[in-house]
Nanobody
């Protein structure tokens, strides 16, 4: 089972950039599809990006397409989310997640992931 810990959150001005990281202390990181989600107060958890086990395929939500970039380093058991051109509406708790497969149906759904980190707060000021 994946044991995930996010880091890199903080306060940034609108238009700025931030890089989030997620580390897995388990032993099978390369067996997992990895995803990033976020959740703002009073809102549902929102899919942001997914990356396949080998890192060769990625998928993004329309809301972040062209601004966010997901990557992974299987040698370091990490997945990252590079966020650019940040907006106040990007303010949320950001979560990484691990799932069993990369598929069109499951990669964008929280139900498609089995393990979750505790989240890291991202606040974008106007």
């Amino acid at each position: 089972q994946a044991q995930l810990v996010e880091s890199g959150g903080g306060l940034v001005q609108a238009g700025g950039s931030l890089r989030l990281s997620c580390a897995d202390s388990g032993r099978a990181f390369s067996d997992y599809t990895m995803g990033w989600f976020r959740q703002a107060p009073g809102k549902e958890r929102e899919f942001l990006a997914a990356i396949s086990k080998s890192g060769t395929r990625t998928h993004y939500a329309d809301s972040v397409k062209g601004r966010f970039s997901i990557s992974r380093d299987n040698a370091q058991n990490t997945v990252s989310l590079e966020m650019n051109s940040l907006k106040p509406e990007d303010t949320a708790v950001y979560y990484c997640a691990a799932g069993p497969r990369y598929s069109e149906m499951l990669r964008t759904s929280a139900e498609g992931y089995k393990s979750w980190g505790q989240g890291t707060q991202v606040t974008v000021s106007a």
